[in-house]
Structures are given as C-alpha cells and as structure tokens.
C-alpha cells in the first residue's frame, strides 16, 4: 500500500518499546498515542521472521495499527483487533488512507467553507458532563467551530468518514488549552492552543505531504476488527505467520480515561457512567476503574488458570489485600489480578490457535508495583505462553521506564520498572 525507505538509521533499543519516534514517518504521524510502541520495532520482527507476500501479520492488541500500517509499508498482508471504538475508527484512516489530494482537500474546503461558530445551546450539541469537560478543555470560539463541524459529519461519504474523524480529532487535540498531564487531559493545566483554521491547515498539510508514498490500492489491503481478542473468531486455525503486539499493562494506562475528551466530542458516550459501560467493560481489566460488576467476579476468572499459576498469584493477591488495609487510598488492587491474567491467558490460547507451527509471537510490556508489592507480569505472561503452548525464546529488557513510575505508591520492586520483549515460538 505504501512506498518508503524503511528506517535506514537504527534507534536505541530503549526506543522500541515507545510511541516517540512515531511523529517521524508517514501515516503514523497522523494520530499518534502515549501507550505504543515504535514502527522500528514492527519493522525489526517481520525482517527477521523472512515474511513472504501472502504471510499475515497478527496484532490482537491493535491500538492505533501501527502494526498493521508499518506491515503495509512491507507489503505484508495482516490482521488487528481493537475493542476501544475510538481507536478503531482513526485506525480506519490510517490502515485505509486515501490515494487522491482531492480527498484530503475536499474535507479541508468543507470544513473550512461551511463551519460557522455553532450558535444554539452546546448541551444541545453535547450532554451537560460531555459539554462542562470541553469547555474547561477548549475555548469557547473553537469549540464552537468543532459542534459545527462534528454535525456536518453526515453530509460526508460513508467510506470517507474514518479521514475525516481523523482530521477533526487532531484539530480537537491541537485547539485544547489544557495539556497531557502524563496519561490524560488535564483541565487544570495549560499549553498552547491554535486557533481552528490553523490546526485545520497544519493537519490538512501534513497528510497531502505523505500521500506522495501511497499507492494505489492493491491486494495488501489490512483487515481490521472491531472486538476483543479473547475470541479471535474471524480468524482460521494456522492462518498467520507472526505476531506482533503490546497489551494493556497492570495498572498502567486507562485507555478510556485517556481518550475521555475525544469519546464525549465524537458522543461515543456522554457521561462517566457511559464511558465504562460503553468502551471499559469491552477492554481488557487492568485499571481499578472498569465496571465492579467485572473485577469481582474473582471466581470466574481464576477457575481458568493452572494450579501454578495460582500459586503464584495467590500470594499477589493476599498481599495486596494486606496493603490495601493499611493504605489510604484503598484501592483494591487485588481485584485485577485474576481478571487481566485470565483474559490475557484467552488472548495467548487465541494467539497460538491461529499462528502457524513454528511462527514467532513479539510481545511488549511492563512490570507492575502496586502498593509497594511487585508483579513481574513478563514473567508471568511469559509463564501463561509456556503453559499454552509456546517456547520461549528470550525476555529482553528493553528499557527503564521514567520517574511516574517510581513513586512510592509504585516501590517495592528493589529496582525501577521496566519494559520488556517476549520473544516466544509456536511449537
């Protein structure tokens, strides 16, 4: 789908596992995300696989398809699958782009020529928890711009959608006066914010100059789904040649809470409650925040895992019960245990159902340190692909992570957490 020099310059191994070097290169750089890791290290498994034309690649964990869009850029068929319905509409426009200008700035005109100020009630636009959050996020004059125009969504083209809910989402990002603060929006907080026409241009431009590497549309088009990997259905027994991808980590990032301005713009949901019925509850758990109705439901969870898997996780969970009775916050902690490794286990049994013998499975991710006590989840998981049928090749770390993940809550690991590389073989 795409022509490009892929990476003639090696990056520091430390890099793989992030999302920093995204911004460098066509059609990643559209919508790029905290939680994700680089292209160069898509690009170094499927080299090193020796992948022919009709091999596909796997990633269960999808996000914003960097797998998939970097295995275009190979000419490698593959496959992803996302639940969080936000990410799987932007990956639309990414893993589909357009071949013709004429696309980019028919959408660039339009919102340009017939977006006026919105002049009704915004809670008319919005719900009155979706409008109060903008609001504290945008100013007033841009975001009227942006009711304008999210309403004018339906004169657009079916098949042009995805773009132009990508457009206008990099616009929300680029006209919010409130920053990043770490892992979310953070309405107290300040940066910089473009006025709407010149976010609209800046983003406008950056796709017109990276449709000079897309071709015409041919046979290695990828297939996106929009559900949960625990249930690979669509796919066929043996049917890819490698797998490449990076879970939600313990306790790390809440994809819905990080992307909770975008879900009330484009009214996925209109309310906290609605953000974790409709986008947590499809979600691996792995947040305190998912729906209580899921985290406590231990007994389901734990009755699918092995005996030493047990073992192991027994002693997490009884100790994290013992620092959540003497620890302020009163997080139950212990309540994600069971969950995210039972549905992680359903994710790997998938994972080695449809790979072919012999075909790698890349995995990235991070320890944990919940209330002091440590959770070396590359080990564990590593333990729950040993279980289900697959040889592990190596663990790499990969790299420290930065001081967010050093605060006293997150102690007790002896050393600072880290990201890490499974390597492991279907056999």
């Not at 066509?26 to 790029?32: D, G, T, V």
């Not at 892992?183 to 976010?199: D, F, H, N, Q, R």
């Amino acid at each position: 789908m795409y022509q490009m020099e892929l990476f003639p310059t090696p990056v520091p191994r430390s890099k793989l596992p992030t999302n920093t070097t995204a911004n460098h290169y066509p059609i990643h750089r559209w919508f790029n995300f905290i939680a994700g890791f680089s292209p160069e290290f898509v690009s170094e498994c499927i080299q090193k696989a020796g992948l022919k034309e009709d091999d596909v690649v796997l990633d269960p964990f999808a996000g914003l398809s960097t797998t998939l869009v970097q295995a275009s850029f190979h000419n490698i068929q593959s496959v992803g699958f996302e639940a969080h319905p936000f990410f799987y509409d932007i990956s639309l426009a990414k893993i589909y782009p357009p071949t013709y200008k004429r696309t980019i700035n028919d959408i660039e005109n339009l919102l340009l020529d017939a977006v006026v100020p919105y002049s009704g009630e915004l809670n008319s636009v919005w719900t009155q928890d979706a409008e109060l959050f903008l609001s504290k996020l945008i100013p007033e004059f841009n975001l009227r711009l942006l009711a304008s125009a999210l309403l004018l969504e339906d004169v657009i083209e079916i098949d042009k959608r995805p773009l132009y809910r990508l457009v206008l989402s990099r616009v929300l990002e680029l006209t919010a006066h409130a920053q990043t603060d770490g892992i979310y929006k953070a309405p107290t907080t300040g940066k910089g914010s473009l006025p709407y026409k010149v976010a609209l241009k800046k983003v406008c431009d950056e796709i017109r100059e990276d449709m000079s590497v897309i071709r015409e549309k041919d046979s290695h088009r990828p297939t996106l789904y929009p559900m949960s990997s625990e249930q690979m259905k669509p796919l066929e027994n043996k049917s890819c040649s490698l797998c490449i991808t990076s879970p939600p980590y313990l306790n790390n990032f809440d994809f819905a809470e990080m992307t909770r301005m975008e879900l009330y713009y484009w009214r996925y949901a209109g309310s906290w409650r609605e953000i974790t019925e409709r986008v947590r509850r499809r979600l691996i758990i792995n947040t305190t925040t998912v729906p209580s109705d899921l985290k406590r439901d231990q007994q389901r969870f734990s009755e699918h895992l092995s005996q030493e898997m047990h073992a192991t996780l027994d002693t997490i969970v009884v100790e994290l019960k013992q620092q959540r009775s003497v620890r302020s916050g009163k997080k139950d902690y212990y309540l994600l245990v069971y969950p995210y490794f039972a549905q992680m286990q359903s994710v790997i049994r998938e994972v080695y159902r449809v790979l072919k013998t012999g075909s790698s499975f890349h995995l990235v991710v991070a320890d944990a340190a919940l209330y002091g006590v440590h959770i070396p989840t590359e080990t564990l998981l590593a333990m729950l692909m040993q279980e289900n049928g697959f040889e592990i090749c190596k663990i790499e770390r990969l790299r420290d992570r930065g001081e967010r993940w050093v605060l006293e809550k997150r102690q007790g690991a002896n050393k600072p957490l880290g990201e890490f590389h499974i390597h492991a073989r279907r056999q």
